[in-house]
């Protein structure tokens, strides 16, 4: 497909990554509480990997043109990232745990959470199915699935750079500052909360 193409569309999609969200939130907690990001920024990966496909295989615009299953992912979703969000303010996590401490989430573990931060959310779907077909180009040499596919790695190889930019960056930052690290954490737990409820809500109203 044409590097215009590509090229356009990673600019696009690099304003949605760099966006502060519920996978920054997620990025930054397991920052904080592990000793390396990248099980959760794989398994956030992994969310945005199974969403391209989704698209590229058609199913999302089943999903986008019935409520009740639309309804049904998004309360899915807005409970996830609401329970994740609950959990950082129960145990709010600093760089001045001990070793046992930040090891004691399984890598498996963290990965899942992460696929279902950003595999979980509605709007990943939706920003994929109004974003990704704009970017094709129809009778290319390549089938539409196919260029869907390109640009949706393209999206996944952003992601990790900046999820782990700011999950790595949150560590080495507030390693010497616990108060402030313990403020972040709440924070993130706030943020995925209110994401998840304005998620619900938004829907809801629809």
């Known amino acids: 497909m044409p590097v215009g193409a590509v090229a356009a569309f990673w600019a696009v999609s690099l304003l949605f990554v760099i966006t502060p969200g519920a996978d920054w939130a997620y990025a930054i907690t397991a920052g904080l509480r592990h000793r390396t990001v990248l099980p959760a920024v794989g398994g956030m990966l992994v969310g945005h990997l199974i969403a391209t496909v989704v698209v590229a295989a058609g199913v999302a615009a089943l999903v986008a043109s019935s409520p009740l299953v639309m309804?049904?992912?998004?309360?899915?979703?807005?409970?996830?990232?609401?329970?994740?969000?609950?959990?950082?303010?129960?145990?709010?996590?600093?760089?001045?745990?001990?070793?046992?401490?930040?090891?004691?989430?399984?890598?498996?573990?963290?990965?899942?959470?992460?696929?279902?931060?950003?595999?979980?959310?509605?709007?990943?779907?939706?920003?994929?199915?109004?974003?990704?077909?704009?970017?094709?180009?129809?009778?290319?040499?390549?089938?539409?699935?196919?260029?869907?596919?390109?640009?949706?790695?393209?999206?996944?190889?952003?992601?990790?750079?900046?999820?782990?930019?700011?999950?790595?960056?949150?560590?080495?930052?507030?390693?010497?500052?616990?108060?402030?690290?313990?403020w972040v954490t709440r924070l993130s737990g706030v943020a995925m909360i209110v994401l998840g409820m304005v998620l619900l809500a938004e829907q809801l109203a629809a």
């Open 71 to 182: 309804t049904a992912l998004t309360a899915a979703g807005a409970a996830y990232l609401v329970w994740l969000g609950a959990g950082a303010l129960r145990h709010p996590s600093t760089p001045r745990e001990s070793e046992q401490d930040r090891a004691s989430g399984s890598w498996v573990r963290q990965a899942v959470k992460g696929a279902g931060v950003s595999g979980l959310n509605p709007k990943v779907f939706l920003l994929f199915l109004a974003l990704l077909p704009q970017f094709t180009v129809p009778g290319a040499a390549w089938p539409v699935a196919a260029q869907i596919m390109m640009l949706g790695l393209v999206h996944v190889a952003g992601c990790g750079v900046v999820y782990t930019g700011v999950g790595a960056g949150a560590r080495l930052v507030l390693r010497a500052r616990p108060a402030a690290a313990l």
